[in-house]
Every structure is written in C-alpha cells, then in structure tokens.
C-alpha cells in the first residue's frame, strides 16, 4: 500500500516547478536572474526539471557588478556550457561609464545598490516582463511580504503596502503595458531547505561555498576576501585562512566565514548548529534596519 | 543527518485579534524551538531598547516592514518558517484588524492547519467568530483554539472550560473537521513548546505537540483524478522528436502508467503512455505532484484543459455559484464583467446575481446586499465558457477562483465553488 505522502524537499520542489511553469505560460518574455550563487543555481536546476525534456524557455540574466569572484564566473560559463542555457549580461561597470550611475567612494564604497538601475535597464532593454529570482522569505524580514508574482510599476517599484491578495496557487500575472513581474519560485524555502536539496540532487555549486585557503582581512568583526576593488584601512592587513562563503554576492559586501566545512555534509551540520543568519555577513544589509525594505522599493532583486 | 529526508511539510496560519499575542506566540515558537540567531535577537534587543521596554519583545521578531514597526502592528501577510526534526513549518502571519481581512484569507487558503487565539480575560470577540468563520469557509482541515495570556486570569481552569464551551457552540454552526482548544501564556510560554507546571489540571498536547503529530497526509485529495493542464511540452529536438507532453500540477486523485484518461472539454479518451517527474519515468503521480503526461494518441490539449478520470466526471458548467470574498475598494459590481482564473484557465464573466451577503459576525444573511471590501457573500457567476470543476469541499484546487478587474489588473476577489 502507498502512503501517497511526499517529503518537505519534494513538496517544495512541485510548487516551485509549478510557479515556473506558470511565469512560462502567463508571460511572453520571462528571463531568469542568476548570479552564480546557490538559490540562483538551484532554481536554474528546477526550471531544467519543470521543462524536461525541453530546453528551458527562458535567458539567464547575470547583474554583473565587475567585482566577482572569479570562480563564480568560471562556473557560470561552464553551467551556461554545459545546458546550452542563453546568458545575457547587464554590466554595472557601463552603467558607470555612460553616467547612469555614480560610482560610490571611500573604504566602504560597493557597487550592491548601483545594481538596481543595471538590472532596470537590463529588463528595459530586453523587455523582459518578468524576472525570474532566486530570493527566499527567510532571508530578511522585508523578503517575508513578498509575494511569489510581485508586481512592479513602470518605475520598477515595489508597493509593499498595495500588493495583490495570492491565493492557493492561482498567480495573476497581469499588467499594463511597461510594468514587470518579479517571480520567486523558491520564496517558501530555507537556507538549510537549499542546502538539503542540494545534496540530496547532488547539484554542482562554486568552490568558494567550501573550504579553502585565501587572503583575507578583517573590518567591523567580518572577514573578506582581500581583492583589488577593496580599499584597505592603513590598519588592515590582509592574511592567509581557511574560510568558506554562506552566500555569494559582490566581493565588496559579502563576508567570508571561518570554517573547515569541505563537503555538502559538513556544510549543512555547519548551517544546522550556526547562530548567525546567512544575511548577518552581508555588509549591505547591515546600513540600516530597514535596508532592504527601501532597496527593494527601488527596485532590487 | 539523513532525517530529513523523512520529515514533511505543515502549513498554519495564526489569526487572532489586535492585542490578542499572536506575534508574541510566533516569536515563541521561534525563540523555543532555536530558530532565532543572534543577530536577529541582537535586532530585536536593539529595538526593544530603543522602545523602553524593559524585557525583551519577541513580538518584534515577526515585525517585518517599517511602517509596521513604528505602528507596531502587522499589516500584511508575512511567511516565517522552522522546523523540528519531524517537521519543516511555514505559518503565515495575518494581521487581526478588520480592514486586512484579505490577508487572512490569503493566509487560509494554502494552510493545514488554523491557530486561533483568544484573549483569556476577553473571551470570544467578533473578530473570533469571524476569524473561525474564514478558516472553516476556506477548507482548513485542522482548527487550534489557543486561549491566551492565561497568565493573567491565574491560570484559572473555569475560565479556559467557558471559552471553550462558548467555542464549541459557535463552532457547532462552521464546517471544521478537527477543533482542539489548548490553555497558553505566549509571554510565559506555558504549554507553546515546554507542558506548562502552573495548570496541572490541564492533561492535553502542548502547541507544539499537536503541530508536530497531527495527522496531515489525509488533507489532499487521492479520490478524484484531476489533471490541470499548466503547459504543453514541445521539445522539438532530434532526441525528443515527436515529443507532446503536457505539464501540470495534480489536483486530486492518482495517475497511474496505462490508465485511461478522459480530456475535457471535448470529451476524447485516450490512456496515459508516460508519466515524468523532472527527469525521471515514473509509474503514477499523485496530488501535489508537479509532472509531464504523455498520451497514447494524439490529441489536441493545451492549457486550460483537464485530464480526467472517464469514470468520474468533474462538474462542466458555466454557471458557477461560489462564496465570494472581496478584496477591492470598489464594491462588487452586480450585472459587472470580470476575468475569471480558475486552474489554468482564464475566463470572462459577468456577475448573474447577488444572492446575499453575509453577515459574519452573525453567520446570517445581511439586509444590505452590497459587497464591499472584506465582505463575503453568495453570487452566481456566468462564466464565457464553461468550467470543468468540483465543489470546493471537495477540492481546494479545482472547487477555487479568483476575479481579477479587467481595467487594473488587480486581484479583487477569491471564490470557493458552493
């Protein structure tokens, strides 16, 4: 007798391959936004199961800021490779050059928050009605009123206040003419959600998610990886450690942990017993309490 | 490590009226359970501080958007997850005031399970029967009374057995399979995760307890084999050649290898060739599964259809009676037009008739037919074309619809199929 019962990963990953499907069929021209790290990865992963044996009907759009870590490039080439997915870059180092945005300065200067108007102009450009996403409503506390459709006005905006009712698993997708979509079809799951689903599919993610010796230094009780786009304080002074990365961002604003985990196993036991959230290494979200929530207004990821 | 291959999903959702503890009782099951790390309790101490409270808020946990934090009230659905080793969680948090109804609505209608909380010292309010009302309305299989802040009545075992006698009688008028009623203090965290030692006279589960055993893999639909077609699969390369398969969502019963199917609307039969899940070949699929079914003929289906059972026929109408709950400022519309979605299906449809409103704090029929904001009502719709669908207590997913406002695109209305 079958019990007809499925596991929390496996439940997950139906509602998800459902939303994919539905940003397929209710929109012309959805792409999916991908920035090399593990959300993006693992939904890049059910987009190919929700469309086998078909391609995946949709472009990867990478935001690239010009501060990546390198093997996060070299993965995403080689994943672009190997499913012969479309990739379509929006350079922040353009946006820079043709005076759409200002470049910030000083120790603390990141390109995070000049990725907003790239990704509008990217959209723009390709009239991409929706955009894919990687986030998840555990990340932070504005994430946890998004919904799964979120719909922006012609400025990009998000209304938190004026969001429609979603109900059951009926998405209404529909706009005017010069408004998008934002689709997260994994919002329901968690840091560990991901990294068991990870495991448990045996998905190939970047290096630096492992352990692995790098120069790094210390600021404000982070550690980051030392690189030619950061500014050193006279009295930080880049050394060698065994760290790994919780989340991949841009090298300006992502922390490394200290930690000895080399394998998904280990990663996950690491995840299991940590005391910090993921996002308590993001430089970003660190401004102010509310930061997130005003990125997002204007139009972040 | 490998036990979380065997846990399963649970979804509640919390109502409860203004000052009623519900984000304090999130907070609590957060903060028992460990899913807070510091960072978020170092936020939360920041804030607290900075309020003048003296002991730490957990409220302040569930408090997501500014505006809420300065008004300290939760104005929009929130998701929060957790889990214990048995199960993974997600609640969604719904706001207790009367203007966001819509939001414990929304809230309800994916949810297993309803945690309502009631004021010791207030007893039943309005906002409870309406609250119950929703949660039986929407088809939430189980219902958890939670009488709060027993802290302050003295823990006093007479007055939990009169709110819940109160309880039971209003309940006796709503549909509700499964209602458990448990004494709390979220503050104190009496009987949330730990068994409370100041009500020995209390012998039932703890909260958590319940949410961890109740028997949950009944609440699908395994009975009536229903198919929504989402999309049409055409991989058109030299490998998948001749390849048609059509995506979807099971909403109920189980597909099996070789059974017949029956494809609405249209009425052709043909027998199920293969079933995929991702990438692999499977022998049945049941609801919630997300899968491809090929066919044995060909046949022209594309989304909206519906692979059915010969046997055992969804209703095919387009006059669809529904209760209505309504989300827009603009009143509902009699003799209105609106786009219908209902599965993958889109539709027009024109509001036949108003049968009445209800009054939900009474349960009777309103004097005043209008349907406002908030307000719940018995309409007959007249849909473009017809329908394949059951009647909501029997499915949640093909008994569902939403209307949407054709000039602004908004969601302004769910509909549960009477």
Same mark, same amino acid.
């Given at each position: ?54 391609? !995946? ?5 990478? $935001? /690239? #800021? @010009?501060?990546?870590? *390198? &093997? +996060? ?15 379509? !870059? ?5 946006? $820079? /050059? #043709? @005076?759409?945005?200002? *470049? &910030? +300065? ?196 | ?418």
């Amino acid at each position: 007798m079958h019990s007809y019962r499925l596991t929390h990963l496996k439940e997950l990953e139906s509602e998800s391959i459902h939303i994919l499907r539905e940003v397929a069929a209710q929109f012309e021209r959805p792409a999916q936004l991908f920035s090399g790290g593990k959300d993006s990865i693992v939904c890049f992963h059910l987009a190919r199961k929700a469309f086998f044996p078909a391609r !995946v009907p949709f472009p990867l759009v990478h $935001i /690239d #800021t @010009g501060h990546n870590f *390198e &093997e +996060t490039m070299v993965f995403r080439d080689a994943l672009v490779k190997e499913h012969g997915a479309t990739l379509i !870059v929006g350079s922040v180092q353009e946006s $820079i /050059d #043709t @005076g759409r945005v200002q *470049e &910030e +300065t000083g120790y603390y200067a990141s390109r995070n928050k000049l990725q907003t108007v790239t990704l509008l102009d990217t959209i723009e450009k390709h009239k991409i009605d929706c955009a894919i996403g990687g986030g998840r409503r555990d990340e932070e506390k504005a994430r946890a009123k998004e919904r799964v459709f979120s719909h922006r006005d012609e400025f990009g905006s998000w209304d938190p206040k004026n969001q429609r009712p979603e109900l059951w698993d009926l998405y209404n997708g529909r706009k005017r003419p010069g408004e998008h979509f934002r689709a997260f079809p994994i919002s329901n799951w968690t840091e560990m959600d991901v990294w068991q689903y990870i495991l448990l599919e045996r998905i190939p993610i970047p290096s630096i998610y492992f352990s692995h010796e790098r120069e790094v230094f210390d600021r404000d009780g982070v550690t980051y990886a030392n690189s030619p786009f950061m500014r050193l304080k006279p009295e930080e002074k880049p050394y060698m450690k065994r760290v790994r990365f919780r989340t991949i961002g841009d090298m300006s604003c992502t922390g490394a942990v200290d930690s000895p985990a080399s394998t998904l196993e280990e990663i996950i036991e690491e995840v299991a017993s940590s005391r910090v959230t993921e996002r308590g290494s993001r430089m970003d979200d660190k401004r102010s309490e509310a930061a997130m929530e005003d990125r997002k207004k204007e139009g972040y990821f | 490590m490998s036990g979380y291959l065997d846990m399963d999903l649970l979804r509640f959702t919390t109502a409860g009226s203004v000052d009623d503890g519900k984000s304090t009782l999130i907070g609590r099951l957060l903060y028992d359970t460990k899913q807070i790390f510091e960072d978020q309790l170092e936020a939360v101490e920041r804030a607290s501080a900075k309020r003048g409270s003296g002991e730490v808020d957990l409220s302040l946990l569930t408090d997501g958007l500014r505006a809420e934090r300065e008004q300290g009230i939760t104005i929009d659905v929130a998701y929060r997850y957790f889990a214990t080793p048995k199960r993974k969680f997600i609640i969604a948090d719904t706001p207790g005031h009367i203007q966001y109804t819509r939001n414990m609505v929304t809230g309800a209608s994916t949810a297993n399970l309803a945690i309502i909380l009631v004021d010791a010292r207030k007893g039943i309010l309005e906002q409870t029967c309406r609250h119950s009302f929703i949660a039986s309305l929407l088809g939430i299989p189980h219902v958890v009374f939670c009488i709060n802040k027993m802290d302050l009545v003295d823990y006093d075992e007479a007055t939990f057995t009169r709110i819940q006698k109160e309880l039971e009688d209003f309940s006796s008028k709503l549909e509700v399979r499964d209602l458990s009623f448990i004494p709390i203090s979220a503050l104190k965290g009496d009987n949330v995760v730990e068994r409370s030692t100041r009500m020995p006279w209390y012998q039932g589960p703890t909260l958590m307890y319940l949410l961890e055993n109740i028997h949950i893999a009944g609440d699908h639909n395994h009975i009536d084999r229903r198919f929504p077609v989402q999309y049409v699969v055409r991989p058109m390369t030299e490998a998948w050649h001749d390849f048609r398969g059509f995506a979807g969502r099971v909403a109920g019963g189980v597909f099996r290898k070789g059974d017949p199917v029956q494809v609405l609307p249209g009425g052709l039969r043909s027998s199920i060739k293969g079933i995929l899940i991702g990438e692999h070949e499977v022998e049945e699929c049941f609801a919630p599964q997300s899968a491809v079914i090929t066919l044995e003929d060909e046949i022209d289906i594309s989304r909206g259809d519906m692979l059915v059972s010969p046997n055992n026929l969804p209703e095919t109408s387009q006059d669809i009676d529904v209760m209505l709950c309504w989300f827009n400022e603009r009143p509902l519309q009699p003799g209105g037009r609106y786009a219908l979605r209902h599965t993958g299906r889109e539709a027009r449809c024109v509001v036949k008739e108003v049968k009445y409103r209800m009054d939900i704090n009474t349960l009777h029929k309103a004097e005043d037919p209008t349907i406002r904001m908030n307000d719940i009502g018995r309409v007959l719709l007249r849909s473009a074309v017809p329908l394949h669908f059951d009647r909501y207590a029997r499915n949640r997913s093909t008994g569902s619809l939403i209307l949407i406002d054709e000039a602004t695109h908004e969601t302004v209305a769910a509909g549960m199929i009477v």
